[in-house]
């Protein structure tokens, strides 16, 4: 009997504590999201899975590697626990993400345009007021947050998973889990989020408004704006300069036009694999004992704030520059100053249709969405100065 005792002792079923199947049914509930919404499966997918996989009773796929008192391996630890600390404890992974956004990315837009830069720099506001506000709330005792917390929870108003995450891994690493999941939950929800806030700050002529032709941007000008904009940002902002180095390398890769086969790699073998185990190492950290906490829920609600504030705020730059400008902006692409890319920019783009089926404003809108881009890494490189 005593066998029989030892081996329900050491079954799943023996160890399951109530977190973990709560835990447990948020990863179907991601699966579902990706799977049956479309909501970023490409995450999602590999976040929901590594939520199942983590919450194992007894799996032990987090467990650190341990080692004698004469530092002789014993026991090897957990592929979720590599997986996480080669590739997001190190930074390495978000970067390789960023370098492969920056190969899928044209710069044309926003060159042509360069008035979009406001609007993703304004768009960046709800990064600092979310600082604000959870700083305050831990300030009031009411969540347990410190401002390291507040300044990783804030670059949720980016709408720029990987920053959020290189950004947490930094300054709040046990609060990863929920803040990467809130980062991608909205990139994924911009269809949802941010067509309300719009509508209630433009009317329905401002929606309509066509916009001029973009002009021809040369070759010379992409090539030689990823150097100049990496320089800029190194020498003032050092601390921005590994994320932007990796987006600014990926794009001189694209637009050079002698490396078409490490371009393509980066734009597509190396940004999958990378994918992948980044989603699994986030999904390494939502344990029920990391997750399941008031913390969490207050992340979420001050992602949406952040990114509602994000949006609204690049829509009124937009009406604030239209003020002094002889050519009107569009203040539809304003909510693209947030860095989904391109969700916002479609949606932008879709919303200038539904108001006037020949106002095309893709293009348009690229120009803030990417400008947004730069500017969250920008953010991050001032958290990361003033609190790493």
């Known amino acids: 009997m005593r066998g029989l005792d030892d081996l329900w002792l050491a079954s799943g079923l023996a160890q399951t504590q109530p977190g973990q199947l709560v835990m447990v049914a948020v990863g179907f509930v991601l699966l579902y999201l990706a799977i049956r919404k479309g909501f970023e499966p490409l995450l999602l997918v590999p976040i929901g899975f590594g939520t199942l996989l983590i919450n194992i009773p007894g799996a032990g796929f987090d467990l650190p590697p341990v080692y004698n008192a004469l530092g ?38 926003l060159l042509a345009n360069p008035r979009t830069l406001f609007l993703g720099a304004a768009a960046q506001f709800g990064i600092f007021a979310t600082v604000l506000g959870a700083a305050a709330l831990g300030a009031a005792g009411i969540l347990d947050f410190d401002i390291r917390d507040a300044a990783a929870i804030g670059i949720i108003g980016g709408a720029d998973g990987p920053t959020a995450i290189f950004v947490a891994s930094r300054l709040s690493p046990e609060l990863l889990g929920a803040i990467a999941v809130a980062a991608y939950s909205y990139m994924a929800m911009v269809p949802i989020i941010q067509p309300p806030i719009i509508r209630a700050l433009t009317t329905a002529e401002e929606r309509g408004r066509r916009m001029e032709q973009l002009r021809a941007v040369s070759r010379r000008e992409k090539i030689v704006f990823p150097l100049v904009l990496l320089m800029l940002v190194a020498f003032f902002v050092p601390a921005a300069a590994p994320l932007l180095g990796m987006f600014c390398f990926g794009n001189l890769m694209r637009e050079c036009g002698v490396v078409e086969r490490l371009s393509d790699t980066t734009q597509n073998a190396l940004i999958n694999a990378v994918t992948i185990f980044l989603g699994l ?103 990361l100065s003033l609190l790493a």
């Not at 630890?77 to 370098?99: D, K, N, Q, S, W």
């Not at 690049?314 to 989904?340: C, D, E, Q, T, Y």
């Not at 969700?343 to 803030?368: D, F, I, Q, T, W």
């Open 72 to 109: 002789e391996l014993e026991s090897p630890g957990g592929l979720l626990y590599y997986i996480y600390e080669a590739g997001i404890a190190t930074g390495v992974a978000p970067l390789l993400i960023f370098m492969g956004v920056g190969a899928m990315t044209d710069f044309g837009p």
């Open 281 to 383: 190492g986030v999904g390494s950290k939502m344990s029920a004992d990391k997750f399941l906490n008031p913390e969490t829920l207050g992340i979420l609600v001050l992602g949406v704030v952040a990114f509602g504030i994000g949006t609204a705020s690049g829509v009124l730059m937009a009406k604030l520059l239209n003020r002094f400008s002889s050519h009107p902006i569009n203040p539809l692409i304003g909510s693209a100053g947030v860095s989904a890319v391109p969700m916002a920019a479609r949606v932008s783009s879709k919303m200038g249709l539904e108001a006037n089926p020949h106002n095309h404003l893709l293009m348009h809108a690229m120009g803030p969405n990417v400008a947004g881009v730069i500017g969250s890494a920008v953010a991050a490189g001032v958290m």
